[in-house]
Structures are given as structure tokens and as C-alpha cells.
């Protein structure tokens, strides 16, 4: 096991060897419910998301996501680099790096327009697995049951599976190769576990950290689960 941001992570679960081989030719998946996550809400988000984030976001549609980056209004400075994800034009999700919640929230509230805008911390709400390798597909089809049309790069759904309400992205937080695919799956923390089995049943090989991070530099990615854009 491995802390990250106070968070106790799985560092490998065998070799790192065997860990790669597994996302290079079958399907790795990893823990990565330390990611922080938002959720915004309100009438007038596009627009506050438009003004917080200092860009244009007219090109975003239901569904789909886009990497961004939060400003220190202060010093010009990058507070985060982000990953959002439109539901509606009045809800969004919100995907950051582990251990910026706090920092994050603290500089969403004081952006929030007189209260206008609904800003909830979900971090320990939902657990996130990431399942990379060229039989994801196959692994989550089988626990899926087929139930579910999987989603194109940059894109996400959201639906409820056995009364729980389930989200599946492919949100370029690891700008996968196309021999690999890589996808991402949130659902409740307190049905994390049952899924995560339920995936390594199904065919997922569970692996670490140290498998993630070889992965990351290989990929010429300048912070932890999030890439340069191509």
C-alpha cells in the first residue's frame, strides 16, 4: 500500500512486469476513487463555469467532457488541472487531481455568485475505477450484461444498474493508446467493492500504482491522472 494525500492506495498487487503486461494485453483495472469530484448545480452554471474557468464552453454538449484549468484570480497562477463533464446546462461533474478538494471548494465558494450555484464535494461519496487494456471492453460488457452502449473518446453516460446509479466516461484522463482503451467507471462508495470484484470476476486483473505511473510516463504526462493535451 501506498498514501497518497491521506489516501491509502494499492502500490502493486504482484510484479510490475505482469501489472503492464495485463493493461498492454488484457484488462488492468485500478482504484482511483482518490480523485477529487464535484458536483455543480444552479441556474447559470455554463455561464459562472464560463467566468471561473476563463474559457468558452458553447462547444461542450450533454455528455461530453473537456480538460480545463482552474485560475488563481490572485497571482494568474493554475489553481488545478481539471476534467469537466457536462450532464446538463444547469448540472456538471467535475474530475481534479487527489488532494486538491479542500483548495479547490474553498475557491469554488468564493466564486459562487451570491450562492447561485450549488457546489458539493462528492470525493468520498464515489469510488472510481479505471480499466485500461484491449479486453476492457469485453470486461465491462460481461458486467454490464450488455445493458449499456459504451462510450466514444471524451464522451460519458450515466445510467442505474441494479438500482444504483452508475457513470461510465472515457475522459482522456489517460490519453490511452488505441491498443489499450481505457474507460472509467464511478458508482457509490458504499457499493465500491462489490463492482470492483465484480470487474476482476469478469476478467480485470487488479493492479497498482506502480503500474499507473510507468503508464503515466510513458505517456509524457506532467501530473498525476492528468495528460497534456495532444
Known amino acids: 500500500m501506498k498514501e497518497v494525500d491521506g489516501w491509502a492506495i494499492p502500490h502493486a498487487f504482484r510484479s510490475l512486469l505482469e501489472e503492464h503486461k495485463a493493461a498492454r494485453s488484457a484488462c488492468a483495472v485500478f482504484d482511483i476513487s482518490y480523485l477529487t469530484k464535484f458536483h455543480l448545480r444552479g441556474n447559470g452554471t455554463v ?21 480545463a484549468e482552474l485560475w488563481n484570480e490572485t497571482d494568474g497562477c493554475s489553481t488545478a488541472s481539471v476534467t469537466l463533464l457536462r450532464e446538463s446546462a444547469g448540472s456538471f461533474f467535475m474530475i481534479a487531481p487527489p488532494g486538491s ?7 469554488l465558494q468564493t466564486q459562487r455568485l451570491n450562492g447561485a450555484i450549488e457546489v458539493r464535494n462528492e470525493t468520498s461519496e464515489r469510488c472510481g475505477m479505471a480499466l485500461i487494456g484491449p479486453q476492457s471492453e469485453e470486461v465491462l460488457q460481461r458486467v454490464l450484461h450488455r445493458e449499456t452502449e459504451l462510450p466514444l473518446k ?3 453516460t450515466q445510467f442505474y444498474l441494479q438500482g444504483q446509479q452508475l457513470m461510465l466516461g472515457r475522459l482522456g484522463l489517460h490519453q490511452e493508446r488505441e491498443e489499450e482503451k481505457a474507460y472509467e467507471f464511478f ?3 458504499v457499493e465500491g467493492i462489490r463492482w470492483y470484484e465484480e470487474l476482476i470476476a469478469s476478467g480485470a486483473q487488479p493492479c497498482g500504482l506502480a503500474t499507473r505511473e510507468c503508464l503515466r ?14
Open 217 to 230: 510516463l510513458e505517456r509524457d504526462c506532467a501530473e498525476f491522472d492528468h495528460c497534456p493535451a495532444q
Open 187 to 189: 458508482c457509490p462508495a
Open 154 to 156: 471524451m464522451r460519458f
Open 47 to 67: 455561464g459562472w463555469l464560463e467566468h471561473v474557468l476563463h474559457r468558452p464552453l458553447a462547444d461542450v454538449r450533454d455528455g461530453t467532457c473537456v480538460s
Open 101 to 107: 478538494e479542500h483548495t479547490i471548494f474553498e475557491y
